[in-house]
């Protein structure tokens, strides 16, 4: 085919004009918010399988995903070491044994875990108590207000997420969270994982990390994993279902939860 | 205009590739963070800020200190600013690219850092930081440019830059109050969570700021003879004076207020700083220093004779400078993280690679500032001659 100068760039201005013209039409449906639906649609007329990207049909739902550790039944150091073990290994957390440490669960002294509680005559069996340490999933978290891209985010379901992709390490929500629950990337995490667990993504270094109530667990129908080791001394369900296992425990229990006074409303609760 | 920096004597061209060959050795260590993670760094989980995002805080106060000048100078028609307002409004150029390059290092994926315009949350005080400062940066690009480049062709500014020079001293407070947002708007770190955070870093912002331009054209002085006369030194001394005075008196609300209430939260991070906590007492030789340096430089400025005479001054003023700088530089930031949320102490100490990131930083800030002011300074005097 022969094209001269003139038709070539009648051509390349028109599809430089059409391009552009998509462009823009994205860049509004997306505003909008038409992009997702019609990519759902897009996606499900060419047959392909938007199933996989959504959750199974077995998934558990919820308004409000809560926690409620029964530190009564956590007896000997095997019980949380279960719980701490079962974490680390599905969700590919290195073990970093420096300042630059990366935690998802954890174990700290009673009144480490809660300081304002500050009793020195506190009955025994609290004193040096170990309480298990994790995201408490607030309700109105502080991390997901400063966040200055939406990398960390909450669900519908209550769970504070994060995006390792979007994330760009400015290590606000670390500053922002009052609970000590995140973790940054110092380093590339790979060499220091036992053991990958090709279910769940390793993380790359720079992002910012965290507990995320088993997400992916929940998303396939499964239990978050330390509830599931746990041996019924840790209690997970809907907190704004009244007939949850976790309201009943909560109501017929005296339970705390962590700096209750900033407003944050954790969803992770203590029975003492 | 430009070409003003291209023309200079042997010294001046000396520095100029000094200045390009310690930026070259600091990048070299910055491509080193760049491969390996910020674990090259002393920072940690617990203090997970650090030099870094220090050094941005206190030059974000030295950008916000041009309105120092802005404001006697446009508002108030004191023509004697007319010498040094340029090198106040081009210093704040090169303080503001400082601190968007302090920010840019600190960043765990710094190739992700346009996550912020392509995701933008207006919730988070760090979208509108970075809102307020590049707004700043070019506010003080077109206005200082334009009245210069008009000084050179002998007319008067255009009509447009006046209501632009307004704008810039609203917004020279609104990056420091913003800044101050950063911290004062967290639940769980108490150091921070203080209502008179902006004012004192407003305050710090306006002794230190114009002690740098000060010290600072004192060598330009004695490097090129350009004076921007006695006048201005005067008046700006005593605005640093009161400016200082101010930001003591501040401290000290702080101080008050955590100790009388006497509640451990707010008393923890100051008896870290100040005595230790828990054997950690990293820190209180620096804080010390700066207490006694900011009341000795206040003793030189506020009697008029040791402010007026020249030597006191400058020592005054560099005195001035370091207290400020230990402050916010160095205090500030990492004792907000201690204790941290199980109220134990984490140790920080910058690594020497992230001291020579630092320097590369303020390099980079140091050879802006010099191109800046050779074409200032150039126009300047031609002007007069």
């Known amino acids: 085919m022969d094209i001269d100068k003139r ?20 860049g509004l449906s997306s505003i909008f918010g038409i992009g997702d639906k019609l990519d759902k ?38 019980d949380y070491q279960r719980c701490i073990k079962v974490c680390d290994k599905i969700h590919n957390i290195p073990d970093i044994p420096t300042k630059q440490e990366i935690k998802w669960i954890w174990e700290e002294p009673y009144d480490a875990a809660f300081p304002e509680q500050h009793n020195e005559y506190i009955e025994n069996q609290l004193k040096d108590k170990p309480v298990l ?12 207000r400063v966040c200055p891209t939406g990398a960390t985010f909450k669900r519908k379901d209550g769970i504070v997420m994060m995006d390792y992709h979007r994330c760009i390490g400015c290590r606000y929500c670390m500053a922002a969270c009052p609970y000590g629950s995140r973790s940054f990337n110092f380093q590339d995490p790979r060499p220091f994982i036992k053991k990958i667990d090709p279910d769940y993504p390793t993380r790359t270094k720079g992002v910012v990390e965290k507990c995320d109530f088993c997400a992916e667990r929940l998303d396939q129908g499964q239990m978050p994993a330390c509830v599931e080791v746990s041996n019924g001394a840790i209690i997970f369900g809907d907190l704004k279902d009244p007939n949850s296992d976790i309201r009943k425990v909560l109501s017929e229990n005296f339970s705390i939860r962590r700096k209750p006074e900033l407003g944050t409303q954790p969803n992770v609760f203590y029975i003492i | 205009m430009i070409e003003k920096a291209f023309y200079g004597s042997k ?3 000396i520095w100029i590739l000094f200045l390009l060959a310690l930026i070259g050795v600091c990048f070299h260590f ?24 220090a050094q941005f805080t206190y030059m974000v106060g030295v950008a916000a200190s041009a309105v120092m000048l802005v404001i006697p100078y446009y508002l108030h028609h004191y023509k004697t600013f007319s010498r040094i307002v340029i090198l106040g409004e081009f210093m704040a150029i090169a303080a503001v690219t400082v601190c968007i390059l302090f920010i840019f290092v600190d960043l765990g994926q710094p190739m992700r850092v346009m996550n912020v315009i392509l995701y933008p949350q207006l919730h988070s005080v760090m979208f509108w930081d970075m809102t307020v400062l590049s707004g700043y940066l070019i506010l003080n690009l077109l206005i200082g440019w334009t009245t210069l480049e008009a000084e050179r062709k002998d007319v008067p500014p255009p009509s447009w830059v006046k209501p632009l020079i307004y704008l810039s001293v609203v917004w020279a ?29 407003l305050a710090s ?29 005067d008046v700006l001394s005593k605005i640093i004076t009161y400016a200082m005075s101010a930001n003591i008196f501040f401290l000290l609300l702080e101080v008050f207020t955590a100790f009388y209430s006497n509640i451990p939260d707010d008393i923890n991070s100051f008896k870290y700083l100040f005595a230790g906590l828990q054997g950690h007492k990293e820190l209180v030789p620096f804080m010390w220093t700066s207490a006694i340096l900011g009341l000795f430089s206040l003793a030189l400025l506020i009697p008029p004779q040791t402010r007026k005479n020249k030597t006191s001054l400058v020592i005054a003023l560099v005195a001035l400078v370091v207290s400020t700088w230990i402050d916010k530089g160095l205090g500030l930031v ?48 031609k002007a007069i001659s």
């Open chain 1, 7 to 26: 038709q070539f760039l009648k051509i390349m201005g028109i599809s430089g004009a059409l391009w552009l013209g998509s462009r823009l039409a994205g």
């Open chain 2, 334 to 381: 990492v004792a907000g993280f201690i204790p941290n949320p199980f109220d134990k102490v984490t140790s920080y100490t910058p690594t020497f690679p992230e001291v020579m990131i630092a320097i590369g930083v303020y390099t980079v800030g140091i050879f802006i500032l010099t191109v800046l002011w050779k074409v200032a300074i150039s126009v300047k005097q």
């Open chain 1, 133 to 144: 340490i994790l995201c408490n999933q607030c309700e109105f978290p502080p991390c997901v």
């Open chain 1, 41 to 78: 649609k897009a996606l499900a007329d060419a047959g392909l399988e938007i199933s996989k990207t959504l959750p199974s049909v077995n998934a558990l739902k919820a308004k409000q995903w809560a926690m409620a550790i029964d530190l009564r039944k956590f007896k000997t150091q095997e």
């Open chain 2, 205 to 233: 912002a306006f002794c230190a700021g114009p002690a740098i331009l000060l010290l600072l054209a004192f060598i330009v002085k004695k490097l090129t003879s350009y004076d921007p006369g006695e006048e201005p030194v």
């Open chain 2, 30 to 53: 910055y491509l080193i963070q760049f491969t390996e993670g910020l674990k090259i760094t002393g920072m940690s989980r617990n203090v997970s800020w650090g030099l870094y995002i």
């Open chain 2, 11 to 13: 010294k001046y061209w």
């Open chain 2, 173 to 201: 407070i609104s990056i420091h109050t913003v800044t101050a947002f950063l911290y004062a708007g967290l639940p769980g770190r108490p150091f921070w969570l203080s209502a008179i955070m902006a004012a004192r870093f």
